[in-house]
């Protein structure tokens, strides 16, 4: 088989020949239909995550067909429908017992550490694995660990959403973004989504939003405009870019939930209204297979739906790389493999 392969910091994927994986005794085989392209593998490419083993097939977001299973495996079976965390977790530390397998400090990330999702058959430990109700979009699948799991992490587990809560989502035209407007909806808060680009508002009023507010140097007085007292919950996508006015936002007692940082850059937090205020910044870091089952289930009853934006051949990762560092899409960018 084909994979794409990151054999140089800075440099675009080559295509190379390889082997079908033999799954171990713990692992699964599985054959993808699709897999996504995340902006955290752009930053793998450019060199943000300096412990990355070269060279490596990246790749995270994986789900697909059971092909064969390893001699220990008696949870799946062959032709089951598959989704997978984006990491290994080790299984046995203190996090991963109490069900909090992304703090596990002993995961081994797909693309990062582990040959990653660039190619269509992958084998992969069955303890990252979760089976997919009947009834969810092949699609939605594939991205239930890294884009609806991730968000709902960030906004259930991490943040407590609620009916109540009304809730601020920035970088809400990315593949993130545009699922995130749509879980914080199935958890029937009010939404207030911040784009940097004009032109997707039309979209992310028809994703759910309550309201969408254009980026700006000051967004949090529009954002007042809109709700007096501020935001109960926002969910920084786009991290040091957009924190300053995100801060800003938050009302008494709020919580910033950060999932994402797309800039290396460190912003500053104004003490004095972290105190005063009485709020939360909190870090949010991927899901758990109890997340992704939420997003799953989420998924299957149609309260989700995937915000595709194009789905695209293998040797054509490159320049998909490009344009969604250009910000071009809404939604996610999927890779096609048959
Ligand atoms: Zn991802
Ligand atoms: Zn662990």
Request: net charge neutral.
């Amino acid at each position: 088989m084909k994979a794409a392969v990151l054999n140089s910091i800075g440099h675009d994927l080559t295509m190379e020949e390889r082997e079908i994986p033999v799954p171990g005794n713990n692992e699964v085989l599985i054959r993808q239909n699709f897999t996504g392209i995340c902006y955290r593998d752009i930053l793998t490419r450019d060199g943000f995550f300096p412990r990355v083993s070269l060279p490596i097939i990246p790749g995270h977001e994986l789900s697909g067909i059971v092909e064969s299973v390893g001699a220990n495996v008696t949870h799946f079976k062959k032709g089951d429908r598959v989704a997978s965390l984006i990491y290994l977790p080790c299984g046995h530390c203190r996090n991963c017992i109490s069900g909090n397998e992304n703090l596990c400090a002993f995961k081994k990330t797909l693309g990062e550490f582990l040959d990653g999702t660039y190619r269509e058959y992958i084998a992969m430990d069955q303890r990252s694995l979760v089976k997919v109700p009947d009834g969810v979009p092949e699609e939605l699948s594939t991205i239930a660990a890294c884009v609806t799991g991730m968000a709902t992490h960030a906004l259930d587990t991490v943040a407590g959403i609620s009916a109540e809560k009304k809730v601020l989502i920035t970088g809400s035209g990315g593949g993130v973004g545009s699922h995130a407007i749509q879980i914080a909806k199935a958890y029937g808060a009010e939404v207030a989504a911040i784009t940097s680009s004009e032109w997707k508002k039309e979209q992310l009023l028809k994703l759910g939003a309550d309201h969408v507010i254009i980026a700006s140097d000051n967004f949090s007085k529009d954002l007042k405009g809109i709700w007096p007292d501020g935001a109960d919950i926002v969910m920084e996508n786009t991290g040091s870019a957009t924190f300053k006015e995100s801060f800003r936002s938050l009302s008494f007692g709020g919580k910033m939930v950060v999932p994402g940082n797309l800039t290396p850059a460190s912003p500053e937090l104004p003490l004095g209204i972290l105190i005063l205020k009485g709020v939360t910044v909190a870090g949010s870091i991927s899901s758990t297979r109890l997340d992704m089952e939420k997003a799953l289930n989420m998924s299957k009853n149609g309260k989700i739906k995937p915000v595709i934006w194009d789905r695209i051949l293998l040797k054509d990762v490159n320049s998909a790389m490009s344009d969604i560092k250009e910000k071009k899409n809404v939604g996610r960018v999927l890779i096609k493999f048959h």
